[in-house]
């Protein structure tokens, strides 16, 4: 089985300033690994996935992150934050193979942005 | 394109009565089908997932159930409500084929008073 887990439960970042939000997996089969966003009472939205090839991937709203498997790790990061950035990010991991994979999801960070 | 609609927004429901969520997808066929619970601080349960009509798999034992009368109708039920029942539910879609991330509807925000 699949597992995240998310140390930060809070971040808080000045407005302008780089973020980094960890992220770390345990699996012992290969994983599709993905970053979603939440504003308040709205459903999750993918910012970016990870399936295979380049370790570096780049998302929507200038995020990005990098896969690192000998780390077992999939931190998000954006060189600059907004206001609008200000929101719950999820982690979350499956399995890399066909058919039906549940999707386990971190226990989550928010970002808080401070003008 | 593909949609996902859940209703209704928020709900405030007194305990011991009846729940019926619900939640339909527009623009494929055969999605697997989630329903997530969101509590403060421990992030996303997975309650139920289904793979095809009249196919549910529950993940926690609980007070709610699920069913999937149509290819793309998903609803969470409850007999009778609990006080612990209160949270934000979310529900979620995925291909069954070549794809890989889960789509998420606007969620409904459930209060049992």
């Known amino acids: 089985a699949q597992s995240v887990t998310q140390l930060d439960s809070q971040v808080p970042v000045f407005e302008e300033a780089p973020v980094e939000l960890r992220c770390n997996y345990s699996?012992?089969?290969?994983?599709?690994l993905f970053w979603y966003v939440q504003y308040p009472n709205q459903g999750l939205q993918l910012l970016l996935k990870y399936l295979s090839g380049s370790t570096l991937v780049k998302g929507i709203n200038g995020f990005e992150a990098e896969f690192n498997k000998s780390q077992t790790s999939f931190h998000l990061r954006k060189p600059s934050v907004h206001i609008s950035d200000t929101a719950e990010y999820f982690c979350a991991v499956r399995r890399a193979s066909g058919g039906y994979q549940k999707v386990t999801f971190g226990t989550g960070t928010k970002l808080q942005v401070i003008p | 394109s593909q949609t996902i609609h859940q209703w209704p927004a928020t709900l405030v429901q007194p305990v011991g009565s009846p729940l019926s969520l619900e939640c339909t997808v527009e623009g494929t066929s055969n999605p697997n089908l989630y329903w997530y619970r969101q509590a403060a601080g421990r992030g996303l349960q997975l309650l139920f997932y289904s793979v095809g009509i009249g196919q549910i798999s529950s993940e926690v034992p609980q007070n709610l159930s699920a069913s999937r009368p149509q290819d793309r109708q998903f609803i969470l039920s409850s007999k009778k409500l609990l006080l612990s029942d209160s949270g934000f539910y979310l529900c979620a879609w995925q291909g069954s084929r070549g794809f890989t991330e889960a789509f998420f509807g606007q969620g409904t925000r459930l209060t049992v008073v």
């Open positions: 699996s012992s089969v290969s994983v599709y």
